[in-house]
Each structure stands twice: as structure tokens, then as C-alpha cells.
């Protein structure tokens, strides 16, 4: 695992844009508002899994839902009767059954979801509390189990979501207030490609102090002693860490094509990622489900105009209904003019006679003339499932910049992602777990993406 150690220059300073008048009106409302530094936090890297959305379902999030002994919280956006509904539903008899025949207290648990059909978002309580679902609506309506099987436990389900489209996108699971997973999966049948991280220590508080804001309407004080028991303790193996919100906006500040993109909200994940696209100095790596957010575009060329590498591996044809109506466009168009603008870069900086150097180690080409830089390499990769892998669609969203900052979680490169939906990511910092995490989405990748465009 990573060891601490200091930040390094390209995450310092991102809360500066949260303290800017903007920044502050934007997350006034926010428990952060006051004081962005203390998203900035430390966290242990325990597991990071990946597979279909039910393999996610089976080697992480079960096994932790089981050893839980007071309280589970799960989040997600989408819930769906599912093999991975099974499984969560086997889990809570299985964890209300140990609890009975144990003699402890009812175990706290809390199932929060945006989305199941969109009929149910049409016709979805504009209540800020959300629509609090009974025990006699969990079997009917959502396909758990029935309440005389659960006597074990404390259950609350609950949904939120705002019109238009201001749907809770995260997905994440906490346990007993000291284990956390972020896998990229719903609950829903889909045979995606998913990843999912468990992370322990002091992030956990504020993850937990994140969902106590949305989704519990008291929304009482949180207790830190947690926090100060990982931080008086600082094992070796804490890597520095951010948390990401950004919460959701019902206004999606849609603009005529012909005009400038207005620009995104100033969320801790828009920030933080939009600080490090533009500090990145070697290499920025995306994998997204979709790309249609047209700041991150301009990033990118930006970035390549630089000398930065930059890769992506994205999908084809993949929730296009959606894309239409809050971007008003697709990935693969997206792409096609991001090529097209890396095109025109290219003969820009031919014509005025920038000469570059040898491709060097890191697969970067760089100056060789005073004052003059190469046009860093674009690769552009489709998904393209076979016969042998059970993967229909890829829906992790992973960020590596440089090879040192991995930021995980459900916010998508697209338009929904960075102006409407509620999303959460977490940073990790430090080469070590950059590579490993690399090294896990490169082998569960393998022979599942095709070189849509290729320069270098």
C-alpha cells in the first residue's frame, strides 16, 4: 500500500477555487462550504475489484453487507429486479437472521436509490424528504424481501430525484461507519464491465457525513471521533485522499449549439478534476461510459497542445436516448470532432515548423528546439465485447493523471455528469496505487477496446 506523504504540486491549492465568491455561493448549502480543506482527507486502500455488476455484487458488497454488526447504508442510482437484487435481498435474510438468532440489537439499515423506471421519476414526490417507501410496498414494489423476514433489522428504503433531470447518481456502501465500498454498479441486470474500491479510515466519516446530508432529513451533527482515532493512529498504509461531491442541479443551463458551453457548477468534483486536466504534465487516461462534457473536451486539446498524452477508452452507442436529452448529443460524435480539433492542432503546429524529439520512455514526444513542444499523442479506444467475456458495455469511470492521481466514482465525462446529476468521486494520490489501479483496469480491460484513432 501507499505511504503518506506530502501533497505534490499538481492537487495543491484545487479548494482555492471553492473560496472564490462563486465557489462559495455554489456550496454554501454544503458542510463543506465553509471549510472545502476538509474534503481533503486520508484513507486505506483495502480491495479494488472488478467485474459484471453481479461479480461486484458477489465478492464485494455481500460479504461486506454480511459482516456487518450495527449499521449498513447502501446508495445507488438505479434499482432494478435483478441477480444482483438477489443477492442483496439473500444478504439482508441472512444478516437479520444472524441478528435474531444472536440476541443483538435490530441492525441499522438504510437502501437509498434515485431511479427504477421513468414513470417513477415522471410522477416522483418534488419533496425535498424524497418518497420513503413502506414495509408493505419492499416486496411489491422493489422485489425485497418482506418485512417478516427482516425482523432483524431497522430497514428504511427511501428515493430521491428532481425534475428534469437531477438524478442521485453515486453508488457507495458503508458499514458499521468504518468500511466503505464505490463500486460503479447499480443494482440492475446489466452485464457491464463495473470496478469497485473498499477503502477504510478517516475518509469513511466524511463519506458518511456526505450521506447524512442528502438523504436524512434531520441531517444531525456529525461525530468525529472516528476521524481523530485513524489520524492519532497513521498507519503506513494511509494515501492522502479527497472526497468529491458534487451535488445536483435542476437547472441544466442548456445553451444553442452554435454558442459558447456556460461553465460547469463549481463542485469538488468538477474542480478537482478540471485542476488536474489542466496541471497534468505526461499523461491524462479516462475511461467513461460517455464523453460529451464540452469543457473536458477543450481540456483535453488543451492538454495535447501541451505535449500531454492523452487516452481514452470509451463506448459506442451506449445510453443515447439520455445523452439526446441532457447533452442534445453523443459520444461518438463528441469524438469525432475532438479528432477532427486534434487534426487541425496537428497541421497548426506542422505549419509553423515545431520539430520533436524521439518518442521517449513514457511514450511522450517532447522538444528538442528552444522555446518549441510536440503535440502529445491521442489514442481513442472503443469497447468491442467477444464471444468470450460476458461484458456487454464498459461503466467504470476512472481518471489517472500523470500516473500518481487516481479519481474514481460514478461522475461520468458527460454533460449530465458535470451540470445536473448528483455525483461523488474519491482521489487517491501517490504512484504506487495509481499503477496498481492501472494495472487491474488494464488486465480487466484486455482485448475488450479497439483503437478507434490512433496518433503518435
Given at each position: 500500500?501507499?505511504?503518506?506523504?506530502p501533497s505534490?504540486?499538481?492537487?495543491?491549492?484545487?479548494?482555492?477555487k471553492?473560496l472564490?465568491?462563486?465557489?462559495?455561493?455554489?456550496?454554501r448549502?454544503?458542510?463543506?462550504g465553509k471549510?472545502?480543506?476538509?474534503?481533503?482527507?486520508?484513507?486505506?486502500?483495502?480491495?479494488?475489484?472488478?467485474?459484471?455488476?453481479?461479480?461486484?455484487f458477489?465478492d464485494?458488497i455481500?460479504?461486506?453487507?454480511?459482516?456487518?454488526?450495527?449499521?449498513?447504508?447502501?446508495v445507488t442510482c438505479?434499482w432494478a429486479c435483478?441477480?444482483?437484487?438477489?443477492?442483496l435481498?439473500?444478504?439482508?435474510?441472512?444478516?437479520?437472521?444472524r441478528?435474531?438468532?444472536?440476541?443483538?440489537p435490530r441492525?441499522?439499515?438504510?437502501?437509498?436509490?434515485s431511479?427504477r423506471?421513468l414513470?417513477?421519476?415522471?410522477?416522483?414526490?418534488?419533496n425535498?424528504?424524497?418518497e420513503?417507501y413502506p414495509?408493505?410496498?419492499?416486496?411489491?414494489?422493489?422485489?425485497?424481501?418482506?418485512?417478516?423476514?427482516?425482523?432483524g433489522?431497522?430497514?428504511?428504503v427511501?428515493s430521491?430525484?428532481f425534475?428534469?433531470?437531477?438524478?442521485?447518481?453515486?453508488k457507495?456502501?458503508i458499514?458499521d461507519?468504518?468500511v466503505?465500498?464505490?463500486?460503479?454498479?447499480?443494482?440492475?441486470?446489466?452485464?457491464w464491465?463495473?470496478?469497485c474500491?473498499?477503502?477504510?479510515?478517516?475518509?469513511?466519516?466524511?463519506?458518511?457525513?456526505f450521506?447524512t446530508?442528502t438523504?436524512?432529513?434531520?441531517?444531525?451533527?456529525q461525530?468525529?471521533?472516528l476521524?481523530e482515532?485513524?489520524?492519532?493512529?497513521?498507519p503506513?498504509?494511509?494515501v492522502?485522499?479527497?472526497?468529491?461531491?458534487?451535488?445536483?442541479?435542476?437547472?441544466?443551463?442548456?445553451?444553442?449549439?452554435?454558442?459558447?458551453?456556460?461553465?460547469?457548477?463549481?463542485t469538488?468534483?468538477?474542480?478537482?478534476?478540471?485542476?488536474?486536466?489542466?496541471?497534468?504534465k505526461?499523461?491524462?487516461d479516462?475511461?467513461?461510459?460517455?464523453l460529451t462534457?464540452k469543457?473536458?473536451?477543450?481540456a483535453?486539446?488543451?492538454?495535447?497542445?501541451r505535449?500531454?498524452d492523452?487516452?481514452?477508452f470509451?463506448c459506442?452507442?451506449?445510453?443515447?436516448?439520455?445523452q439526446l436529452?441532457?447533452a442534445?448529443?453523443?459520444?461518438?460524435?463528441?469524438v469525432w470532432?475532438l479528432v477532427?480539433?486534434?487534426?487541425?492542432?496537428?497541421?497548426?503546429?506542422?505549419h509553423?515548423?515545431?520539430?520533436a524529439?524521439?518518442?521517449k520512455?513514457?511514450?511522450?514526444?517532447?522538444?528538442v528546439?528552444?522555446?518549441?513542444?510536440a503535440?502529445?499523442?491521442?489514442?481513442?479506444?472503443y469497447?468491442?465485447a467477444?464471444a468470450?467475456?460476458?461484458?456487454?458495455?464498459c461503466?467504470i469511470?476512472c481518471t489517472?493523471?500523470?500516473?500518481?492521481?487516481v479519481?474514481?466514482?460514478s461522475?461520468?465525462?458527460?454533460?449530465a455528469s458535470?451540470y445536473?446529476?448528483q455525483?461523488?468521486?474519491?482521489a487517491l494520490?501517490g504512484?504506487?496505487?495509481a499503477?496498481?489501479?492501472?494495472?487491474?483496469?488494464?488486465?480487466?480491460?484486455?482485448g475488450?477496446?479497439?483503437?478507434?484513432?490512433?496518433?503518435?
Amino acid at each position: 500500500m501507499e505511504a503518506l506523504r506530502p501533497s505534490g504540486s499538481s492537487a495543491t491549492n484545487w479548494v482555492d477555487k471553492l473560496l472564490t465568491p462563486d465557489g462559495s455561493y455554489e456550496n454554501r448549502f454544503h458542510f463543506w462550504g465553509k471549510e472545502p480543506a476538509t474534503l481533503s482527507t486520508t484513507a486505506i486502500v483495502e480491495d479494488f475489484t472488478t467485474g459484471t455488476g453481479e461479480a461486484v455484487f458477489t465478492d464485494a458488497i455481500v460479504p461486506l453487507i454480511l459482516s456487518a454488526q450495527s449499521e449498513v447504508i447502501l446508495v445507488t442510482c438505479f434499482w432494478a429486479c435483478s441477480p444482483s437484487l438477489t443477492k442483496l435481498s439473500a444478504a439482508l435474510i441472512e444478516l437479520s437472521r444472524r441478528s435474531l438468532a444472536e440476541g443483538l440489537p435490530r441492525i441499522r439499515v438504510r437502501l437509498c436509490f434515485s431511479s427504477r423506471s421513468l414513470l417513477q421519476k415522471l410522477l416522483h414526490s418534488t419533496n425535498c424528504g424524497g418518497e420513503k417507501y413502506p414495509p408493505s410496498a419492499w416486496a411489491s414494489k422493489l422485489g425485497l424481501p418482506p418485512p417478516e423476514q427482516l425482523q432483524g433489522l431497522e430497514l428504511q428504503v427511501k428515493s430521491l430525484f428532481f425534475l428534469p433531470f437531477s438524478v442521485l447518481h453515486p453508488k457507495f456502501v458503508i458499514v458499521d461507519r468504518r468500511v466503505a465500498l464505490l463500486p460503479s454498479c447499480n443494482v440492475s441486470w446489466e452485464t457491464w464491465l463495473e470496478c469497485c474500491l473498499q477503502i477504510s479510515g478517516p475518509v469513511v466519516s466524511k463519506l458518511r457525513r456526505f450521506w447524512t446530508e442528502t438523504w436524512e432529513e434531520d441531517n444531525p451533527a456529525q461525530s468525529s471521533e472516528l476521524e481523530e482515532e485513524w489520524e492519532e493512529t497513521r498507519p503506513s498504509s494511509l494515501v492522502l485522499t479527497s472526497l468529491l461531491p458534487s451535488p445536483q442541479h435542476q437547472n441544466p443551463h442548456f445553451r444553442p449549439l452554435f454558442l459558447k458551453a456556460t461553465p460547469p457548477p463549481l463542485t469538488p468534483l468538477n474542480v478537482y478534476l478540471f485542476h488536474n486536466l489542466k496541471a497534468a504534465k505526461t499523461s491524462i487516461d479516462i475511461t467513461t461510459p460517455n464523453l460529451t462534457c464540452k469543457p473536458v473536451l477543450s481540456a483535453l486539446i488543451d492538454a495535447l497542445e501541451r505535449g500531454v498524452d492523452v487516452n481514452i477508452f470509451t463506448c459506442r452507442r451506449m445510453m443515447m436516448v439520455e445523452q439526446l436529452v441532457t447533452a442534445g448529443t453523443i459520444t461518438e460524435f463528441c469524438v469525432w470532432r475532438l479528432v477532427r480539433r486534434y487534426k487541425t492542432l496537428s497541421r497548426r503546429i506542422d505549419h509553423t515548423h515545431v520539430s520533436a524529439s524521439p518518442k521517449k520512455a513514457s511514450g511522450t514526444t517532447r522538444d528538442v528546439e528552444q522555446g518549441q513542444r510536440a503535440i502529445g499523442r491521442l489514442n481513442i479506444q472503443y469497447f468491442n465485447a467477444t464471444a468470450e467475456r460476458p461484458e456487454a458495455k464498459c461503466h467504470i469511470k476512472c481518471t489517472v493523471i500523470d500516473e500518481s492521481i487516481v479519481i474514481l466514482g460514478s461522475g461520468n465525462m458527460d454533460r449530465a455528469s458535470w451540470y445536473t446529476s448528483q455525483e461523488l468521486g474519491i482521489a487517491l494520490e501517490g504512484k504506487g496505487i495509481a499503477r496498481r489501479i492501472m494495472q487491474d483496469l488494464s488486465s480487466a480491460k484486455e482485448g475488450l477496446f479497439d483503437h478507434c484513432y490512433y496518433a503518435g
